[in-house]
């Protein structure tokens, strides 16, 4: 994989003893809790340069659509935000996922799944990050588990006396995008793979936020390990691999089919979120060995939070690669003229809302002043149930626009944590039944829907919004002038929230005509 640099986080606690004429590195487990910790505050707040710089040769593509380019501004002016150490890059800080190679002449008391909990822990509990994970009480019962835990950790064993590392902070909505497409030998040929492509690709959305990295793996001694490797190639640990197979089953990269993966990527008109042709940013094709009788494949991305860090544990001390900390080096290709564009008055009555976004139509981007309420999986869930039960739904839910988030944590001297959208189909299911009660008529959140919304938009009068997936800290700093917990706050971050915004940027992604952004 590319070269990485690294800076020492420590020297201490490690140390280097003899026996049988074998060196051994010996690793005190704080060494360990502390470089996570470490790590997950430097990949919530700083990203790769190359991945930076990738992001900003989309905005001087003068193919680009000037909703692409507006997206990577809007992306790289966030990173800079971010890079300030307050407001991570995205309110959905994640799970965070270790993968770990454990040096056969490494010794540490063997407690490192433990260590490397804690120091997620402290990451989690010592920074503005947001806890995601939740766990079941029952088989339909969940609560949050106020600490971020637990993390997927996978440690395996290697050669040598040293201790490598590959965190990730991994979001829902990437994540969500991972297939596992259980094929056979009919699948490989060009004509039908191809057309899978085409298919799963065309079929991604931009609900994940764009621009991706994209991962396809073909193959696999099973599906498990077929996925293992479509995680670890998303975060460029596989980069290295041969060109070409030899036919003794080693793992290669197609570069042919990387670049047809990117064209149709180009073709879908996804675009980096608001239609366009950088739907990716580029893409990892990997063949592995299969059964004869099976033939796995996945497909899957990450986002533009493209958050991944790696570390490691030597003799001379405790590392972690150098994230670019000073994203601001990109600000001249931030700057545009700011257009005059439209604003929408949100402290008018519904109706009157309604009003001013149908003289625009789908595709305009607005700019939205005044109140909102934030709602999102199980705060939809709990009033759906009430109204099912005869209860009336809440006034908040009929009078104000509702914007599908959940905040991360808020840092002193903020209205509000970092605070991009979610994923607006997980709140599909709804919309009709809202609408017909008079609720939930303007909604903004992240990402296509399905056709039913479509048609609800349409049959009341009601419109969907979509704003800039993976911007979260420059919502929280620019657009978020206040924050109040009005219901439900036994559900933490999915508390129902009061906002009140400015020029908070929308595109109408479905109007009221049925007229549509995306094809």
């Known amino acids: 994989m590319k070269e990485r640099q690294f800076r020492k986080i420590s020297d201490t606690g490690v140390s280097v003893k003899q026996l ?18 470490e790590a997950f505050h430097d990949v919530s707040f700083f990203l790769r340069p190359d991945h930076l710089d990738e992001l900003a040769g989309v905005v001087e593509d003068s193919a680009a659509s000037e909703n692409e380019r507006f997206v ?15 407001l991570p890059l995205c309110q959905d800080t994640g799970t965070a996922t270790i993968f770990a190679w454990r040096g056969e002449r ?5 407690t490192d799944e433990k260590s490397l909990e804690r120091g997620v822990e402290n990451a989690w509990q010592n920074n503005c990050l947001r806890y995601s994970q939740v766990a079941a009480t029952d088989m339909f019962s969940e609560s949050n588990t106020g600490n971020n835990l637990p993390a997927q950790i996978d440690i395996s064993f290697a050669p040598g006396n040293e201790y490598h590392f590959l965190f990730m902070a991994k979001g829902g909505g990437s994540a969500n995008k991972t ?22 690709i065309n079929g991604l959305g931009v609900a994940a936020c764009p621009p991706y990295t994209l991962v396809v793996v073909v193959g696999g001694t099973s599906p498990e390990q077929n996925l ?45 979120q608001f239609g366009g042709s950088h739907l990716v940013l580029d893409a990892r094709v990997i063949r592995l060995p299969r059964h004869a009788g099976s033939c796995p494949v996945s497909v899957g ?59 625009h139509k789908a595709g305009d981007m607005v700019l939205l002043n005044g109140t909102m309420i934030v709602a999102r999986d199980m705060a939809h869930a709990r009033i759906y149930a009430m109204a099912r039960e005869g209860k009336p739904i809440p006034d908040y839910f009929k009078k104000h626009p509702v914007y599908y988030a959940g905040p991360a944590k808020t840092p002193p001297g903020y209205a509000i944590g970092s605070f991009g959208p979610t994923t607006a189909q997980r709140m599909d299911i709804y919309a009709d039944f809202f ?25 009341h009068n009601a419109f969907y919004l979509g704003t800039i ?43 009221n005509q049925g007229r549509r952004l995306y094809k």
């Open 301 to 359: 991305v990450s986002c533009s939070a493209h958050r991944n860090i790696l570390g490691k544990i030597t003799a001379e001390g405790a590392f972690l690669e150098v994230l670019d900390r000073n994203p601001s080096r990109l600000l001249a290709k931030c700057l545009v003229e700011n257009e005059k564009l439209p604003e929408i008055d949100l402290d008018r009555p519904m109706n009157e809302i309604q009003s001013q976004l149908a003289r």
């Open 106 to 110: 490494v010794i540490t008391g063997g």
């Open 228 to 272: 293992k490797t479509m995680k670890l190639a998303s975060a460029g640990f596989l980069d290295d691999l041969p060109h070409h197979g030899d036919g003794t089953g080693k793992a290669f990269r197609d570069h042919n089919w990387e670049k047809r993966a990117c064209e149709i990527a180009a073709a879908s008109g996804w675009g980096a």
């Open 435 to 459: 609408m017909s009660q008079g609720a939930s008529l303007v909604m903004l959140a992240k990402g296509n829907r399905a056709e039913s919304v479509v048609e609800a938009c349409q049959k």
């Open 469 to 511: 997936g993976g911007a979260a800290a420059l919502i929280a700093k620019e657009n978020v002038l206040s924050c109040e917990v009005i219901d439900f706050p036994e559900f933490g971050m999915e508390a129902v929230h009061r906002i009140r915004v400015r020029n908070f940027p929308a595109f109408i992604v479905y109007d």
């Open 179 to 200: 297939l596992l497409h259980q094929g056979t030998r009919a699948l490989l040929n060009e004509e039908a793979f191809a057309a899978f492509l085409e298919e799963k």
């Open 72 to 86: 990577c501004r809007s992306l790289l002016r966030n990173a800079i935000i971010s890079a300030e150490g307050k």
């Open 20 to 37: 049988d004429s074998q060196s051994f590195l010996a690793i005190d487990p704080e060494v360990i809790e502390n470089l996570a910790n």
